[in-house]
């Protein structure tokens, strides 16, 4: 039996504001985490104004916000029971005959259509914003070695004259540029011949393209280049899928994306976990809710909330702590990544339910 329109919007509302407040405090946490940490990074750099540095935060921001959505949702739910069962309005509506069920339609309600559209908007949007940071992090950070993250590239390559090692200072997502490169040159025999270092790399059908580069021969003087081309055999689909992780491919992309990569003839687990996970969203906010409901319906003069609501959280905790295991177990191939995507999302959903019956209905 469905809950009635009027108090349904009610409760609605204040399931939506309760996680929305805590998703935007969260949010505005990391951002401001996120800012003070570019702004020492940049030091003097040039270019890299506060300006930019806000801008670069807020580009940045919204990807690793994605990842506390599951804690939002248990939060905001958990405050938002506990304020009604404060005001006494869970007693009032237990008194009219609604029962524990029909109250919480409207927050799973909720927590489903936040689930629907992260996965639809947020998810997407934020993958873009994140390509667009690398982008600038390449062109400001790459040429400092004062402002380097510390989380350099490398990668090996095999000409027809030897082979290069490659080190580069950041990728850009979804494509195959490289920026704050270094190429080191050998011989067939071993030999140190050269090495290159260069702002910008990219990789086109059987050569890379070096932008502003410099040219340091044993036993010459050092030479600069507008562009400067060298072969090679790398694939760029494979580069592509190296320095794309899943989580930055867009979820309307990722069909596609999975397509191109097997057709390629890479392997594209990541990626089908990360579609996966993205699919079961829904259904994991609805887990967080009941998770939330099982530790928060109780009468506060009864006494005993506050172990309540610390159950909660570790029971969250212990979902995530889950999910994040399967998420590796699928992402190494041990496990399908159906399995690891949908199992914490069933399981918690699941194991609220269970919870609510032996509350509610004993």
Do not use: C
Not at 158 to 187: C, H, K, P, W, Y
Not at 213 to 242: C, H, V, W
């Amino acid at each position: 039996m469905l809950i009635g329109a009027t108090l349904g919007r009610y409760f609605a509302a204040r399931f939506l504001r309760t996680i929305l407040g805590v998703f935007l405090t969260v949010f505005a946490l990391v951002y401001t985490l996120d800012f003070v940490e570019l702004l020492r990074r940049a030091g003097d750099t040039a270019g890299a104004s506060p300006g930019l540095m806000a801008q670069l935060s807020l580009y940045r921001t919204p990807a690793v916000a994605e990842g506390v959505l599951p804690f939002a949702i248990l939060f905001g739910s958990m405050a938002a029971l506990l304020q009604l069962s404060r005001k006494l309005e869970l007693v009032v509506a237990r008194a009219a005959g609604i029962s524990a069920w029909q109250f919480l339609q409207p927050g799973l309600f909720v927590a489903f259509g936040i689930g629907a559209f992260t996965v639809a908007v947020y998810n997407p949007a934020s993958a873009l914003m994140k390509q667009r940071s690398t982008e600038i992090e390449a062109k400001i950070f790459a040429r400092s070695t004062k402002a380097s993250s510390g989380k350099d590239l490398w990668i090996r390559q095999r000409g027809l004259d030897g082979q290069s090692i490659i080190r580069a200072e950041t990728a850009v997502e979804g494509t195959t540029s490289l920026a704050g490169v270094s190429i080191f040159n050998f011989d067939e025999t071993g030999r140190f011949v050269s090495q290159i270092e260069a702002a910008r790399a990219d990789l086109r059908e059987g050569y890379w393209e070096l932008t502003e580069a410099r040219l340091m021969a044993d036993g010459a003087p050092p030479e600069s280049f507008g562009t400067y081309l060298i072969a090679s055999t790398l694939d760029r689909a494979q580069i592509r899928q190296r320095f794309t992780p899943a989580e930055s491919v867009p979820f309307w992309q990722l069909p596609e994306t999975i397509s191109r990569t097997e057709r390629a003839g890479l392997d594209a687990t990541r990626y089908r976990l990360q579609y996966g996970v993205l699919m079961a969203r829904p259904l994991l906010f609805i887990a967080m809710v009941l998770v939330a409901a099982s530790v928060s319906l109780r009468f506060f003069r009864f006494g005993g909330v506050g172990r309540l609501v610390l159950g909660g959280v570790a029971a969250g905790f212990l979902l995530y702590v889950a999910r994040q295991v399967l998420e590796g177990l699928g992402a190494s191939g041990i496990i399908a990544p159906t399995v690891a995507a949908w199992f914490p999302a069933v399981v918690g959903s699941l194991l609220g339910t269970l919870t609510l019956l032996y509350q509610e209905d004993g």
